[in-house]
């Protein structure tokens, strides 16, 4: 079985700060690892993705996230925060022959 | 290029009616994903579709169903509706169905059960 684990359902952070959104994951055998972002009244938009490489994944929109394979963690991080980075947030993990499974969702306000 | 387009964008039901819900992916997308996005509970995998074939299946009871249609559309029929079911329905495809592409969603078909 897989599943992730999103340990905030909020985040509160000031416009021009750093933000961190937490992300841990359980699976058996090497993740795929997503981040989605979800406007209101919208479907849910991809950002960025881990397959394997480089720890260190640039997506959209300035975002990043680093994969942790000791922690099983992969957070999404972002150096300046935009109020129009406001959205719900979701991380994602699929492995070797599942489907992709969805966190609950983390909240990211920004505030101007 | 359209992406994936559900309707109806909204629908009111009530208790024991039967619902269809519509998807139509990108052009050339073969894979098909449902998805039940209710009240903090994230979101939840239902069915995926792969070239005319349920490929898998979430844990919810029988009274979901669906199925994809030659062209790669899909429906989701809900049976004997109850109130938990009301939730945000999404639709997504990607182009093969492997599992690390990323996934085009729709905006969904908002779903209250009264």
């Known amino acids: 079985a897989q599943s992730v684990a999103q340990p905030e359902d909020q985040v509160n952070v000031a416009e021009g700060n750093p933000l961190t959104v937490k992300c841990t994951y359980s699976?058996?055998?090497?993740?795929?690892l997503f981040w989605y972002v979800q406007y209101p009244n919208r479907g849910l938009q991809f950002l960025l993705k881990y397959i394997t490489g480089d720890n260190l994944v640039k997506g959209s929109y300035g975002f990043e996230a680093e994969f942790n394979k000791s922690q099983t963690s992969f957070h999404l991080k972002k150096p300046s925060a935009l109020v129009s980075d406001s959205a719900l947030y979701f991380c994602?993990?699929?492995?070797?022959?599942?489907?992709?499974?969805f966190g609950k969702g983390t909240m990211l306000l920004v505030s101007p | 290029e359209a992406g994936v387009t559900q309707s109806p964008t909204h629908l009111i039901k009530t208790r024991g009616q039967q619902v269809t819900l519509r998807c139509s992916p990108i052009s050339g997308h073969t894979s098909v994903y449902w998805y039940q996005q209710a009240l903090g509970l994230g979101l939840q995998f239902l069915l995926w579709?792969?070239?005319?074939?349920?490929?898998n299946r979430g844990n919810f009871p029988p009274r979901f169903s669906g199925r994809q249609f030659p062209n790669y559309s899909s429906e989701l029929n809900v049976n004997a509706l109850e109130l938990e079911d009301s939730a945000l329905y999404l639709c997504?495809?990607?182009?093969?169905?492997?599992?690390?592409?990323?996934?085009?969603f729709g905006s969904g078909t908002q779903l209250s059960v009264l």
């Open positions: 699976v058996s055998g090497n993740p795929y």
């Open positions: 997504a495809s990607s182009l093969r169905g492997t599992t690390n592409e990323k996934l085009f």
């Open positions: 994602a993990v699929n492995s070797g022959y599942s489907t992709l499974t």
């Open positions: 579709y792969d070239e005319g074939e349920e490929r």
